[in-house]
């Protein structure tokens, strides 16, 4: 980072993922048009030769920062032999992501020969937030796509999960389930052409909880999720945390 | 330290108790069928509780959900409560009902349940466990044959008013999972126990 350059450079405004606003485009979630000041001085403690934190820069009391780091570990799911995770975090209006991606798609992986077979992806995610209010935490929503017997990708499961509200490491599984088809006849033309019933913008209908109970769900497996919370100026805003999870 | 609620009503708003509930419905499990199961889900509190930024007029309701080998029923629905409070008396209650879609598109009632929130941060995995009025054997007959389940012409018997409660029989069924966190603002200093002001 080059420290002549002040560290001013916050995301455009229109980059918080909305609840109720217009969609944003995907073109800045694109990393080579984000700005190249991620914010990394604050989570930096023990770095020496620190940016000066500057008027204006990310290191502002009248926000509270979360901080978020983990893995998606495995699934098991009885089904699907072979499955790829997509995950992508939302969160409320007054939410700003400060660092990180927000979205991200996993290999293919398909069940080892043991007796508990499990799909592992292992696969890591780095994300920060800052806001005033929880009202809106942050939640990651995850696909699950495989392909059907012809090798098609099709989609297998969503499943939707908080972020864990206390700092500390926490192991937590989140239950999926897969649309159903309206009648046997559509389902049958579904199989046959590739088009298993998907939500139409799947973050955004997982997340929020309005306009659920037009949808009928099969349930299916579990999604096994670790999270390591930090959190900064949450105390200074009056929430009580307990310090001592682990 | 505060004494009376007067007081608290000058207190600017970053003094206020607050408290957020943020997690899920989660699940369905032991309802020993194999129909779509939603999960209806109504807020009640008292009078010095505020629901933040305003009062929800509809019950949040969770998609239909069909069960899988496990016989769990997923709703993976996203709740975020957000009160703020004069007083810790009357603390929000969840009235739950469980309908049910069956094969012919007929939702009835499948069972009631109420469930009280927490009260202190931290993590919370809450199992309410549900029930259903029954009637006579010709009232059970018809629902066994036909559909149509008995449920109960005054709801005030769930949470309002309890002395309606000794008149209804009812019979056991499955249990609702509700995954919560909460966090409380200001709750350590300034929560207080006083009687709503009316």
């Known amino acids: 980072m080059d420290p002549n350059k002040p560290n001013v450079v916050l995301y455009p405004r229109d980059d918080r993922i909305d609840y109720k606003g217009p969609k944003p485009s995907d073109s800045f979630y694109d990393s080579n048009l984000r700005p190249t000041v991620p914010g990394q001085e604050l989570f930096d403690e023990y770095k020496v030769d620190h940016v000066p934190i500057l008027q204006g820069s990310l290191e502002d009391s009248s926000y509270f920062y979360i901080y978020i780091s983990g893995q998606i570990e495995y699934s ?6 072979c499955l790829m995770i997509k995950y992508k975090f939302i969160a409320g209006k007054e ?9 991200g798609c996993s290999q293919l992986s398909y069940k080892s020969r043991s007796s508990s077979p499990k799909i ?3 696969f890591p995610f780095n994300i920060a937030y800052r806001s005033t209010c929880p009202r809106g935490w942050p939640q990651i929503t995850m696909f699950l796509v495989g392909p059907d017997f012809l090798g098609r990708e099709v989609v297998k499961g969503y499943t ?10 926490h192991e937590r599984s989140a239950k999926t389930f897969t649309p159903k088809s309206s009648s046997i006849l559509v389902q049958f033309l579904g199989v046959l052409k590739g088009k298993l019933p998907e939500l139409v913008d799947p973050s955004r209908t997982l997340a929020e909880p309005y306009g659920r109970e037009v949808i009928r769900a099969d349930s299916g497996g579990a999604v096994n999720i670790v999270f390591n919370v930090a959190e900064k100026n949450l105390e200074s805003f009056g929430y009580t945390i307990k310090k001592n999870i682990l | 330290m505060i004494e009376s ?3 608290i009503d000058k207190l600017p708003g970053d003094y206020k108790t607050e408290i957020h509930y943020i997690g899920q419905i989660l699940e369905g ?17 008292g009078e010095s509780w505020m629901e933040l930024p305003q009062k929800s007029d509809t019950p949040m309701q969770t998609q239909t959900s069909y069960p899988g080998k496990d016989e769990i029923f997923v709703w993976c629905h996203p709740v975020d409560l957000h009160f703020a409070t004069d007083s810790i008396f009357g603390s929000p209650k969840l009235l739950i009902r469980v309908w049910r879609l069956d094969d012919l598109g007929r939702i009835d009632l499948f069972s009631y349940g109420v469930c009280s929130l927490p009260c202190t941060t931290g993590y919370f995995m809450l199992n309410c466990p549900t029930w259903r009025p029954i009637g006579n054997w010709r009232d059970e007959a018809m629902s066994f044959f036909v559909g149509g389940p008995p449920k109960l012409t005054n709801e005030d018997a769930l949470n309002k008013n309890l002395d309606l409660r000794k008149k209804v029989k009812t019979v056991s069924s499955g249990s609702v999972y509700i995954e919560l966190e909460v966090l409380l603002k200001n709750f350590e200093k300034h929560w207080t126990i006083s009687k709503p002001l009316s």
């Open chain 2, 5 to 7: 609620i007067r007081e």
């Open chain 2, 29 to 45: 499990r032991g309802f020993d069928t194999d129909i779509g199961l939603q999960c209806e889900v109504q807020l009640e509190y």
């Open chain 1, 76 to 81: 098991s799911f009885i089904d699907s032999d």
């Open chain 1, 120 to 122: 592992i992806w292992n």
């Open chain 1, 95 to 103: 939410w700003e992501r400060i660092y990180g991606e927000p979205s």
């Open chain 1, 160 to 169: 939707t999960m908080h972020v864990p509200l206390q700092p500390g490491r």
